[in-house]
């Protein structure tokens, strides 16, 4: 039977219980134990739902029904996640990951956990509590809402989203409250822990980045990328902030897919690239980028990562890319190719130029697309003098009911509406 444990040596727990704990017993971050080879019919699966059954059933065999399973994967992976040839002489391409509810790649981890949780606490009643900067909370409530007896509390700092960040949070879904705290992001965070510390009778999870059921799933998009592009191998560069996209790659490729090199491609947030090439550690608290959903200085998975990968420099070469260098990035690929990236995507398509000005052309190039451009239209204007066209779902965000709380930076404030909430 498959079992996870901590990254600090704690044994045993089912994906059950790293599912609902998030982080282990000695404050280390789930892996699972062992690494099963992907089956190898994953290459004849040519819809995302059924790659991701064949991919993902080893990891939660003894643990979730094949059919809740195939159920849950089916209606959180409902958007299409296609594979785009932005230069095919070139042999460049771009997953585009970002055309869930949420217009970012977060919907593909958060929707699935969401519905794995929802199998594994059948008939619980759950409070889901999520610390969010941006992208994170939208995803995860949009995944939770309308599941019976499952309520999600967002926490975000007031004022420290995006315009449109801001406008996803704070819509209205049933049983999801949106919490403006007058904070810092960390000061959310530090509420949620002591939440969880201390629950007080209520019984709650949280959905942050760190959790073992967000992670598997983002596996799933490597493989569905060889799917489509039918590649023998391929280079894989990442857009990194905590590091869990880049994880869940390594873990991809670690069950057998031929990833040739992973480029870890970050904004101004230069600690991890720096490490790969001096083994020194540099990280400390984040700085400001056009690329913000990036921003941090001290990525939560790399715990992660160096247990899994322990020789990693050999396997994975990381770029910083400066914010003048990222609209530099998007300017050149839009010049020559018609493609518009959003912030993110350029930094990791600036890290393949990077890395075939070094390396040369050989095989196929994949950058993972992050996030939709017209969530960052300030951005791309500035950088292409032109405005993203609006896909539906963000021209009708705004137009939606809203409904937002205020909440002071206090532990207690946080217990006191959920202890009230009916
Ligand atoms: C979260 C996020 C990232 C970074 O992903 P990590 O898994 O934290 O490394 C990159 N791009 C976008 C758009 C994001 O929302």
Not at 177 to 182: I, L, N, S
Not at 275 to 297: C, I, K, W
Not at 323 to 337: I, P
Request: with cysteine; hydrophobic share 45%.
């Amino acid at each position: 039977m498959m079992r996870f444990k901590s990254t600090r040596g704690a044994q045993g727990a089912t994906f059950g219980e790293a599912l609902r704990s998030g982080l282990a017993p000695d404050g280390g971050l789930y892996v699972p134990a062992t690494i099963p080879q992907a089956p190898a019919e994953w290459r004849s699966k040519n819809r995302l739902e059924d790659l991701a059954l064949a991919v993902l059933r080893p990891y939660l065999e003894a643990d979730v029904a094949r059919s809740a399973l195939a159920h849950g994967l089916r209606k959180a992976l409902n958007f299409p996640v296609p594979l785009v040839a932005v230069d095919a002489q070139e042999k460049l391409y771009v997953l585009e990951l970002f055309h869930g509810p949420t217009l970012s790649f977060k919907d593909v981890g958060a929707r699935t956990m969401a519905r794995l949780l929802r199998i594994m606490a059948e008939r619980e009643r759950l409070t889901i509590l999520v610390a969010t900067s941006g992208d994170t909370g939208s995803a995860v409530a949009d995944g939770f809402a309308a599941q019976d007896g499952i309520r999600v509390a967002l926490l975000f700092p007031e004022g420290q989203v995006s315009p449109t960040q801001a406008l996803q949070l704070t819509l209205a879904r049933p049983g999801v409250r949106a919490f403006a705290v007058r904070g810092t992001f960390d000061e959310c965070q530090a509420m949620v822990k002591a939440a969880l510390a201390n629950p007080k009778g209520l019984n709650l999870s949280a959905a942050n980045s760190i959790n073992v059921g967000r992670l598997l799933p983002q596996m799933v998009y490597y493989f569905w990328a060889f799917v489509q592009g039918g590649f023998d191998e391929a280079v894989v560069s990442v857009p990194c902030g905590n590091l869990g996209n880049l994880t869940a790659g390594i873990l991809a490729a670690l069950a057998g897919l031929p990833i040739r090199r992973f480029l870890a491609a970050h904004n101004a947030n230069g600690a991890f690239p720096h490490y790969l090439a001096t083994e020194q550690s540099t990280f400390g608290p984040s700085l400001r980028t056009l690329s913000n959903a990036m921003d941090v200085g001290a990525p939560s998975n790399f715990e992660r990562l160096q247990h899994l990968m322990p020789d990693m420099k050999k396997r994975i070469t990381g770029y910083s890319v400066s914010d003048e260098e990222t609209l530099a990035s998007m300017r050149r690929v839009f010049a020559r190719t018609g493609y518009m990236a959003d912030p993110h995507t350029a930094v990791g398509l600036e890290a393949v130029r990077r890395y075939r000005q070094a390396a040369g052309l050989r095989v196929p190039a994949v950058v993972l697309a992050t996030a939709h451009p017209a969530k960052f239209p300030a951005t791309v204007r500035r950088a292409l003098g032109r405005t993203p066209a609006m896909p539906a779902a963000l021209a009708d965000l705004a137009r939606r009911a809203r409904r937002v709380e205020p909440l002071q930076s206090d532990r207690a404030a946080l217990m006191d509406v959920l202890h009230s909430w009916e």
